[in-house]
């Protein structure tokens, strides 16, 4: 089985500052990795993906996460944040073999002027 | 259409009563999922459907819940005898195909149902 662990709920952050968001999971298999975010009254969207190669993949919005395999993590990075980043983000992963997509609890980042 | 459609967007229900509640998917897109969005627990897988493959159901938290998906194309989410644990919002996803390297892994997600039981 897998899971997916986004062990802050909250992350309040102030404009132009660097923010990350942690994400962890727990897998018996290889699986391709996943950061989706949602806006206030707005449905899912893809934010980035990480399916082979580079460990560090770059996303929309200035977001990049990096792949770490030891660690088994795919923390979300943003060097310096707006005020229109403030959304919930999921991370999500999926088994290979399988095209199951198993959430993580989100986050909510909060960023103020 | 252009993007994922639930209907309806809005739902409340007395408790004990059935509901049904539907996902358009993209036109094409073979993967569909369902999952339940409850404040503070993420998203909850809840039923999987991929092309001609049987239903992957391991997510439905009890019998009351059902799935459907005909023709390939639009699915029906049935929630019989609802509880007031069932209010949460049911989120509809599609995907054109497989995932991995070199195919297209982005689900697209509707804009929800939310479903109160009173």
């Known amino acids: 089985a897998q899971s997916v662990t986004q062990l802050d709920s909250q992350v309040p952050v102030f404009e132009e500052a660097p923010v990350e968001l942690r994400c962890n999971y727990s897998s018996s298999v290889s699986v391709y990795l996943f950061w989706y975010v949602q806006y206030p009254n707005q449905g899912l969207q893809l934010l980035l993906k990480?399916?082979?190669?580079?460990?560090l993949v770059k996303g929309i919005n200035g977001f990049e996460a990096e792949f770490n395999k030891s660690q088994t993590s795919f923390h979300l990075r943003k060097p310096s944040v707006h005020i229109s980043d403030t959304a919930e983000y999921f991370c999500a992963v999926s088994p290979f073999n399988t095209d199951k997509l198993i959430f993580g609890t989100g986050t909510r980042l909060q960023v103020f002027p | 259409g252009a993007g994922v459609s639930q209907s309806p967007s809005n739902k409340v229900t007395e408790k004990g009563k059935d509901v049904e509640l539907r996902c358009d998917p993209i036109?094409?897109?073979?993967?569909l999922y369902w999952y339940r969005q409850s404040l503070g627990q993420g998203l909850e897988f809840l039923i999987y459907f991929q092309g001609n493959s049987a239903p992957d159901k391991s997510g439905l938290p009890s019998d009351r819940f059902s799935a459907e998906r005909t023709g390939g194309s639009v699915s029906t989410l049935t929630i019989q005898r609802t509880q007031q644990e069932d209010s949460a919002v049911y989120l509809c996803?599609?995907?054109?195909?497989?995932?991995?390297?070199?195919?297209?892994?982005?689900?697209?997600f509707g804009q929800g149902t939310r479903l109160t039981v009173v």
């Open positions: 990480y399916l082979s190669g580079s460990t």
């Open positions: 996803a599609s995907s054109l195909g497989r995932m991995g390297p070199g195919m297209n892994t982005e689900a697209f």
């Open positions: 036109s094409g897109h073979t993967a």
